[in-house]
């Protein structure tokens, strides 16, 4: 029953952990580019 449940957590985390780290980046890249954008309007 133990072994189950952690395979499924595995599973799911395998599942969800590229689309986190893809949201991850994608927020990162979103702030820079608003921080370059806000940078260029002010100059």
């Not at 133990?2 to 980046?25: D, E, G, I, S």
Request: a positive charge; aromatic letters at 16%.
């Amino acid at each position: 029953m133990c072994l189950a449940t952690q395979r499924l957590h595995t599973t799911q985390f395998c599942r969800l952990f590229p689309v986190t780290l893809y949201a991850l980046t994608v927020c990162v890249l979103l702030i820079k580019f608003f921080r370059f954008y806000i940078i260029t309007q002010n100059l």
